[in-house]
């Protein structure tokens, strides 16, 4: 019997606790309003600008958004909806720890904190440390408002990442003047960002108006990913057997990058299929292993998700790609693999390692 083993590498990250709010096509923007989204002076927003069910965006010009704007359209409309999910589940967390009003000061590891008080403020620097975890969520719950002093910070440190800091506030924000703030504003009424203002992150407000004067909001990215099984089995052929095949399971594409591009090409390479040695007998050229994606099993976002065409992986190629889409998604396939056996080819077990890659 002519046996065959697929190795492919688990590509997939660790997931931190607790889990990070899932903003679906709200990750997409920098700036969403309810009401209305008015701009004084020359602020810059990198990721889309919104407003929904209101209409009116204002001050851009002389604003400058780096990406585009929706005004009372669909996708603002589900950029709210999901907005509004995501609210409710950061607000729906359990804490794990109640603290005081004052965060200035102070540093914060990973989880979920709610204040005493209802409410949150930063006076000075509040320190965020991921204990050098780069998937750490940090969730802040108010019932009412959160204020920041100007010129105060917030700094990430040990790997945290701002796509994972998420204020929920129960009414709504005051940024003060010249302050640094990382992380998701998830507003129930309104945002007001003074003059000087830079957000590493979203201001996303639910019913009522986001207010800029010549600030700098950037849409914080999060990873573009694939996972992929560790190990799979091809089975097993006997010797007058022409070729071996059989699924690898599922590989999944997860971009939660938020690019309104939502474009992603994902590749495929293979090692030559050995059994040990090195002469011809006991080698299957990497040429001889066919790869046929398929179609997705499952996807998600609005992206164009096309498979790459059926063919050797002599030499790398494209697996799946994804286009013309916005904000976050995912796929998933179940690619077929198929090795072609050569004549006098010696029996035992063969392996390879097939790997997938994604940018």
């Known amino acids: 019997m002519l046996g065959a083993v697929v190795l492919t590498p688990h590509l997939a990250s660790a997931r931190a606790v607790p889990l990070p709010v899932d903003l679906g096509a709200a990750g997409g923007f920098a700036v969403l309003g309810g009401s209305t989204v008015t701009n004084t002076g020359s602020s810059l ?27 009372a359209d669909a996708v603002a409309g589900q950029a709210q909806s999901d907005l509004t999910a995501a609210y409710l589940d950061a607000a729906g967390r359990i804490p794990d720890a109640t603290i005081p009003t004052e965060l200035g000061g102070t540093t914060r590891t990973p989880g979920v904190y709610n204040s005493a008080a209802g409410t949150f403020g930063i006076t000075g620097n509040l320190t965020l440390d991921a204990q050098g975890d780069a998937d750490a ?33 129960g009414s709504s924000a005051t940024l003060g003047t010249d302050s640094s703030l990382a992380g998701n504003i998830l507003a129930l009424t309104s945002i007001t960002v003074t003059t000087g203002v830079t957000v590493n992150g979203r201001t996303l407000a639910r019913n009522g108006a986001v207010t800029l004067d ?85 996807t998600t ?19 799946f790609s994804a286009s013309n889409g916005t904000g976050n998604n995912s796929a998933t396939w179940n690619p077929m693999i198929t090795v072609t056996l050569p004549v006098g080819v010696r029996a035992g077990t063969y392996t390879a390692t097939i790997t997938h890659s994604v940018a």
């Open 45 to 71: 927003v990198t990721g889309d600008l919104g407003v929904s069910p209101g209409t009116a965006v204002t001050g851009f010009p002389p604003g400058t958004v780096v990406g585009a704007v929706h005004s």
């Open 301 to 319: 976002g609005d992206a164009t998700f096309t498979p790459g065409t059926t063919g050797d992986l002599g030499s790398a190629r494209v697996a």
């Open 137 to 169: 969520v940090f969730i802040f719950q108010t019932a009412s408002t959160l204020i920041t002093a100007s010129a105060s910070t917030v700094t990430l440190t040990g790997g945290a990442q701002a796509r994972n800091v998420f204020w929920q506030v």
């Open 214 to 298: 010549t600030d700098t909001i950037t849409r914080s990215a999060g990873p573009l990913s694939i996972s992929a099984p560790e190990t799979a089995s091809l089975g097993s052929a006997t010797a007058s057997a022409d070729d071996i095949s059989a699924r690898l399971g599922g590989v999944t594409v997860t971009d939660a990058r938020g690019d309104p591009s939502a474009a992603w090409i994902a590749t495929v390479s293979s090692t030559d299929f050995t059994t040990g040695g090195a002469t011809a007998s006991e080698t299957i050229a990497k040429g001889a292993v066919d790869y046929s994606p398929g179609a997705t099993t499952s």
